[in-house]
């Protein structure tokens, strides 16, 4: 069982760097520039011309999310690098407050959007080996709890039979 487990976790680690490279075809950022993407996010909200628009923001976002180092500070570091490659005549703040208020303004319905729109992709894409009887497989938890019964409960059930 342990196997099984560790060479998920591989696997999953795996993917978290493909995601953070820059360079790759699957990055954060290639994903993300499609047009359909593209469309959901311009629409999501106006904004000023600023750094973290809102597509900057959410390459941000993710990275954080999938990196060790889950720090704002750590995000606005790795982005402070990338553009002071671009233009060393202006470069943004190293102050986390910009980036985190720029990360609250991402609208919820957005993500929403993102999520479902990179769901459907990756649905499509799949395996066609994947699916049985060319109908796609969706897993249902089956946890279920016990506790303990209360008297009011137990004497309800006592009527019943």
Not at 90 to 99: E, H, L, Q, R, V
Not at 121 to 130: C, E, G, I, V
Request: hydrophobic residues 35%; contains cysteine; aromatic residues 6%.
């Amino acid at each position: 069982m342990h196997y099984v487990i560790n060479k998920l976790k591989s696997q999953i680690e795996k993917q978290k760097a493909t995601l953070l490279d820059d360079e790759g075809s699957l990055s954060i950022e290639s994903l993300l520039s499609s047009d359909k993407f593209q469309s959901i996010i311009n629409n999501c909200r106006s904004f000023r011309s600023r750094f973290y628009t809102p597509f900057v923001t959410l390459i941000l976002f993710i990275r954080q999310v999938l990196s060790p180092d889950k720090s704002c500070k750590n995000m606005v570091a790795t982005f402070l690098a990338s553009v002071s490659t671009e233009d060393n005549n202006n470069i943004p703040s190293s102050n986390t407050g910009p980036y985190c208020k720029a990360r609250q303004k991402l609208p919820i319905e957005t993500l929403e959007s993102l999520v479902k729109l990179s769901g459907d992709s990756l649905s499509k894409s799949s395996n066609a080996r994947w699916k049985i009887y060319n109908r796609e497989v969706k897993l249902i938890d089956g946890t279920s709890l016990t506790m303990a019964d209360s008297e009011e409960n137990q004497s309800l059930r006592a009527m019943e039979c």
